[in-house]
Every structure is written in structure tokens, then in C-alpha cells.
């Protein structure tokens, strides 16, 4: 059964960095792209973020580009997102997904919190 | 403001069909057959129920059906039942550079 399972959100002052985590298992992760993407509070869902299968191609939403970089360990199964330079627009549950490169997600993990507030 | 337009909320009756309309532009839902559709219950991760416009994943009730014409999808939900109540996303394959647009979603009641 795959599973992915996110980690690390938390509250973070504006200006600050956080790391998450993304924990899958139940396929093969290494043959799979993996993406980012992020819902605000009563809004809608933004992608942010992907990352090829082998870490050759990563590309980015304009609206985190420079602040946020993607990164994965296909060793221990894991996807991650570092992300800079905090905003509290940048307030949301972030979820990590199963990406298909023609453009759809399945599945999603349960998503992790992250506010930004002062 | 989203890149897709949806509207913000649909009701039904236990029963019925519904239709939820997706309207984008030549550069997104008018030129690839790449749109997916999503729900999502409160508190809980958006699931995969159409893809590529038409398919639906192994599991999905074949309730959910999905078309397109022209800028415009639609995700069509035939016997409405209570636990379709959700809020329903449409998401649009837009080139190498955006990747990815959503709608912003909307709210699906069944009465």
C-alpha cells in the first residue's frame, strides 16, 4: 500500500527557515517524480514544487522560486523541502505527492502544517 | 485568484447527477488533454478521481466522469450519494515552465 507520510511543520517566525519531510513507502521511489504542493487556510491548492525521479530536473512555482529548494534521498525513501526567507502567505498544510509528469498527483500524503506568524 | 474557474458551489439531491465546470485558456485545459480532477473531504488530503480528462484510477466508483470541450472540463458525478459531499478540485497540465494550474474549488452539497 503506498503511503507517504510528511513531517516538520510547525511555527515559524517571518524570515525563518523549516525543513520538511516526506516518508514514502509502498513503491518504488526512485522511479517516481514527487512534488509540493501547499493549501492555505479555507483556500485553494497551489503547487510549489517537483523533483525528477533521479534528481535531474526540479522545477518551481514563481512564488517560491529562490526561497524554497526540493531535494529527495531516494536511499532512504524521502522527499524534502527547505524552505527560506518565510512569509506569512507562506501559511499552509503542505503535502507531498506522487507525481505524474504529464501533471496529476496520486496519491497525497496527509499534509503537515506550517504557519508563519510573528 | 486561481488560474482555472470554478464555480464556488453545486447541490444535489441524493440521486441526481451534477455536473462542476472548469473553465481555463488556450494555454492550459484548450491544448492538452491533461486535466485531473480531485476531492477532498474537510480536514482531510485531496484524492485523484479523474485523470487525463477521462480516466479514472483503479477504485474509483465509475460514478465520476470527466470531459472536456474546448478551455472548458467538466466533472459530471451521476447518483449523488451523501458521502460525494466534498469540495472538488480540477488541476490542468499548462507547459514545462507553469507545469500545473488548479481551480480553486468548489463546494459540493448534497441536500
Known amino acids: 500500500q503506498v503511503q507517504l507520510v510528511e513531517s516538520g511543520g510547525t511555527l515559524v517566525k517571518p524570515g525563518g527557515s523549516l525543513r520538511l519531510s516526506c516518508a514514502a513507502s509502498g513503491f518504488t521511489f526512485s522511479d517516481y517524480y514527487m512534488s509540493w504542493i501547499r493549501q492555505a487556510p479555507g483556500k485553494g491548492l497551489e503547487w510549489i514544487s517537483y523533483i525528477s525521479s533521479g534528481t535531474t530536473y526540479t522545477n518551481y512555482a514563481d512564488s517560491v522560486k529562490g526561497r524554497f529548494t526540493i531535494s529527495r534521498d531516494n536511499a532512504k525513501n524521502s522527499l524534502y523541502l527547505q524552505m527560506n526567507s518565510l512569509r506569512v502567505e507562506d501559511t499552509a498544510v503542505y503535502y507531498c505527492?506522487?507525481?505524474?509528469?504529464?501533471?496529476?498527483?496520486?496519491?497525497w500524503g496527509q499534509g503537515t502544517l506550517v504557519t508563519v506568524s510573528s | 485568484q486561481s488560474a482555472l474557474t470554478q464555480p464556488a458551489s453545486v447541490s444535489g439531491s441524493p440521486g441526481q447527477s451534477i455536473t462542476i465546470s472548469c473553465t481555463g485558456t488556450s494555454s492550459d485545459i484548450g491544448i492538452y488533454n491533461l486535466v485531473s480532477w480531485y476531492l477532498q473531504h474537510p480536514g482531510k488530503a485531496p484524492k485523484l478521481i479523474i485523470y487525463?480528462?477521462?480516466k479514472r484510477p483503479s477504485g474509483v466508483s465509475n460514478r465520476f466522469s470527466g470531459s472536456k470541450s474546448g478551455n472548458t472540463a467538466s466533472l459530471t458525478i451521476s447518483g449523488l450519494q451523501a458521502e460525494d459531499e466534498a469540495d472538488y478540485y480540477c488541476c490542468s497540465y499548462a507547459g514545462s515552465i507553469t507545469y500545473v494550474v488548479f481551480g480553486g474549488g468548489t463546494k459540493l452539497t448534497v441536500l
Open positions: 487525463e480528462v477521462t
Open positions: 505527492a506522487k507525481t505524474y509528469p504529464s501533471g496529476w498527483f496520486d496519491p
